[in-house]
């Protein structure tokens, strides 16, 4: 039995009050061209999902609160939720870090960004006495 967080709305069940939604993040190819798609890229937004032994990436919607669809981020060998998060926001980053695999591929351009966006020390700082 699996116990579930919503993170919109608070509600917490088993995942019969939730509906799976399988893999998390699935990037649609190519939308500022749909034209030159191949047939390749779009059976593989289609049909192909990862199914990694490990830290995996999921979406799930609340049935039972909100009605909301929502990511989380679950261990498949232990079965434990690591995180719940909204269905626009990246997983926590110590969670992106973690990622191996495809995962690790996929989060490694926001890695990135997030690692450029840290706020940088000023020199003359003050310190507060
Ligand atoms: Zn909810």
């Not at 019969?16 to 399988?22: E, I, N, P, W, Y």
């Not at 939308?31 to 890229?41: F, G, L």
């Not at 609340?62 to 997983?91: M, N, Q, S």
């Amino acid at each position: 039995m699996l116990l579930i967080r919503c993170p919109v709305c608070g509600v917490k069940g088993e995942e019969g009050d939730f509906h799976a939604g399988g893999q998390a993040h699935v990037r649609r190819p190519a939308t500022s061209d749909p034209v030159n798609i191949t047939d390749e890229q779009h059976r593989d937004y289609l049909f192909l999902r990862h199914n990694p032994k490990g830290l995996h990436f999921e979406r799930w919607r609340c049935d039972r609160g909100c009605g909301k669809w929502f990511h989380a981020a679950r261990d498949t060998v232990t079965l434990d939720f690591k995180a719940y998060y909204k269905i626009d926001e990246l997983p926590p980053v110590e969670l992106m870090r973690q990622a191996t695999g495809y995962w690790a591929e996929h989060f490694a351009p926001h890695l990135k960004a997030t690692k450029a966006k840290k706020p940088v020390a000023k020199r003359n700082a003050r310190v507060r006495s």
